[in-house]
């Protein structure tokens, strides 16, 4: 009677895993292990069919100069927006956890772009780049200056594209350090007070430090989504002018959809999840030891 | 002298009046207890007198300077807080020179001192420890050398033993206690327990409501309480308030006393007597704490040893009369003895 009864328990324990289970294995580990797959066979077409061509696929990958670029991009827009967003989302915090007048409001404001759709902010900045009847433009003439076409600029368009990242993602991660400014004691700010600390000092000492766990997950989701976003592209700039705002997911998508080469959009991406996943690793060990954590 | 003076002090969040007109003075080097119920205002007087909230009216002076205004830096004050306040990230040597960094104080002065101070409360052997790592006990001690490391005249305490187990309370306060004398610390302590107030104070500052009760040495609170919730907070357990005319025997004396007050360990067992019921019997060791019923009154009294009772039992209960406290309608006090 035990022994059945426990056998039960496997087959109950075992039908109430099945739904996750199956979302699971059909939606990410059979897509990730099938494009680690078509990584290693050659585009296929109506006379050609595909076929194993071992790292064929990365060799071209790491003589195609559009690969090159788009990561060097990437790496320039993660080093753009995830430094910039971090610091700001801390000052603002910092502004919103103090009581002052309209503090609701304040945080409010804060924290709406991060509500938006990504192609809604992208909307909304078309509409402040936009060459002459865009508001950076008008506020240009205004005073006198002359118009610039911020997008249509190799020179300035991933710039562009990373103030509005910036603008998008500081106020998702200032919540996250409001959460954890809300959870430091008082007491250590009377404390620090009573010694005669600086706002300045205390901040370096005591707040920053205990404010690194939050810092570590912060940084990761930075990392991720500096990977990850690339809805503005499609809005914007379409990854161009020639290239120069393309991003290694945007490239990948290119491939995939309008190049109709997925094999070699699956070798991208296995480079992409690679790189990830080096980098979550890299943060978790590297700043770990050095965290805090109560 | 670094004495601590008070005068009409009003603190006020919106409407409430958390402190309402209070004065008093702590002498140098004595120990000045702030005692009452939660919600009395006897913490905000001590952040008022740290600086971390400011009176609406009144003035606090430190060593004889106006410093109602002052920052809370240049006060000449440390504190202990209830929550000790450690720096969680920071081991115990970092935490104790916290402050003597912040006032740069050189190298070789502040190793000095933190080990003076280190030693002085047990903590020489823990120094690279994270709070985290430290019992109750440990952690109160960083919170305490923290406050003796920064050498000030004066240091105010909040509760600082109120996270601790009853046998760690006892050590600690006798530690403070000594520590307070040996460093000739002019101390402002808050506390709701009135065996550390009784224990410790030359002085104790009685509250209720954000105002004065009584101001006094422990002896004198005890012994001549100014009213009844005074002489009520004051010892266990409480002393016994009867209305004056349900205790025939020893009325008229004074004409406008109402109330009469009689502490527990001042009524005897004897033959002749008011005979009482008694209804319950809590045995101590060294002592017996009788619960009686007289009419609708209820009394404790406080046997030396075990009570020869039993529960129902009806036994005959006297006093002295010189061991009476008389009070008024309102709880004041109007004589000690009659």
Redesign the interface.
């Given at each position: 009677m035990r022994s059945y009864s426990s056998g039960m328990r496997h087959v109950y324990g075992w039908l109430l895993l099945t739904p996750a289970a199956i979302l699971l294995i059909a939606f990410t580990h059979y897509p990730t292990i099938a494009t680690f797959i078509d990584s290693f066979f050659s585009k296929s077409s109506a006379i050609r069919p595909s076929r194993f061509i071992g790292v064929g696929n990365y060799e071209a990958m790491f003589e195609d100069p559009i690969f090159w670029k788009v990561l060097f991009n990437n790496l320039w827009f993660a080093l753009g927006t995830i430094p910039t967003s971090v610091a700001i989302a801390i000052v603002m915090a910092l502004l919103v956890n103090r009581s002052l007048p309209g503090q609701g409001f304040l945080r409010m404001a804060y924290f709406t772009p991060t509500i938006l759709p990504m192609i809604a902010v992208a909307n909304i900045w078309l509409f402040f780049y936009t060459p002459e009847i865009g508001l950076i433009d008008q506020i240009l003439q205004g005073l006198g200056l002359s118009g610039h076409n911020w997008l249509g600029d190799p020179d300035t368009v991933l710039g562009a594209v990373i103030v509005m990242t910036v603008w998008k993602e500081a106020g998702f991660f200032m919540i996250f350090y409001l959460a954890a400014l809300q959870h430091l004691?008082k007491?250590?700010e009377?404390?620090?007070?009573?010694?005669?600390?600086s706002r300045w000092?205390f901040f370096w000492?005591?707040t920053f430090?205990?404010l690194m766990p939050t810092t570590l997950f912060v940084l990761i989701n930075a990392v991720l989504n500096s990977f990850k976003l690339v809805d503005h592209l499609f809005v914007l700039t379409k990854g161009g002018p020639d290239n120069a705002s393309n991003l290694l997911l945007y490239y990948i998508y290119e491939n995939a959809f309008s190049y109709f080469d997925p094999n070699y959009a699956s070798t991208l991406t296995v480079v992409l999840l690679a790189l990830l996943a080096i980098l979550a690793l890299l943060q978790f060990f590297l700043l770990d030891r050095r965290i805090?954590y109560? | 002298m670094s004495g601590v003076r008070v005068e009409n002090l009003v603190k006020q969040w919106g409407d409430f009046r958390a402190v309402d007109g209070v004065s008093f003075e702590a002498s140098q080097g004595t120990l000045t207890v702030l005692l009452g119920p939660s919600g009395c205002g006897k913490s905000t007087i001590l952040r008022l007198i740290a600086g971390l909230e400011f009176a609406e009216s009144g003035s606090v002076l430190i060593d004889n300077q106006d410093v109602t205004q002052s920052d809370p830096a240049k006060r000449s004050v440390s504190m202990v807080f209830q929550s000790y306040a450690l720096f969680p990230h920071l081991d115990v040597r970092e935490n104790i020179i916290f402050g003597l960094k912040v006032r740069k104080v050189p190298a070789r002065e502040r190793e000095a001192r933190l080990l003076k101070a280190a030693e002085m409360v047990g903590l020489d052997q823990l120094l690279s420890r994270k709070p985290a790592q430290l019992s109750g006990g440990q952690r109160q001690r960083v919170a305490l050398a923290r406050a003796i490391v920064a050498n000030q005249p004066v240091c105010l305490m909040d509760e600082p033993l109120s996270n601790l187990d009853a046998k760690l309370r006892a050590e600690m306060r006798e530690e403070i206690h000594r520590l307070q004398r040996n460093l000739n610390l002019t101390m402002i302590y808050v506390t709701h327990d009135q065996t550390e107030a009784m224990s410790m104070a030359d002085q104790v500052v009685l509250l209720k409501d954000g105002q004065i009760v009584q101001v006094g040495a422990p002896a004198d609170l005890y012994d001549t309480p100014s009213t009844v919730f005074a002489a009520q907070f004051l010892g266990t357990p409480p002393m016994n308030i009867l209305p004056k005319k349900v205790v025939p025997t020893f009325s008229g004396n004074t004409e406008s006393v109402d109330l009469l007050g009689i502490r527990p360990e001042k009524i005897k067992l004897s033959n002749d007597g008011i005979p009482m019921i008694v209804d319950a019997i809590d045995y101590m060791g060294a002592e017996t704490v009788l619960r009686l019923l007289y009419e609708d009154q209820r009394l404790m009294a406080r046997i030396d040893g075990k009570a020869q009772v039993s529960l129902g039992e009806s036994v005959s209960v006297n006093w002295d009369p010189a061991d009476c406290h008389g009070f008024d309608r309102n709880g004041n006090r109007i004589c000690g003895s009659f």
């Open positions: 004691p007491e250590l009377e404390a620090a007070k009573l010694e005669g600390a000092y000492r005591v430090p205990l805090h109560r | -």
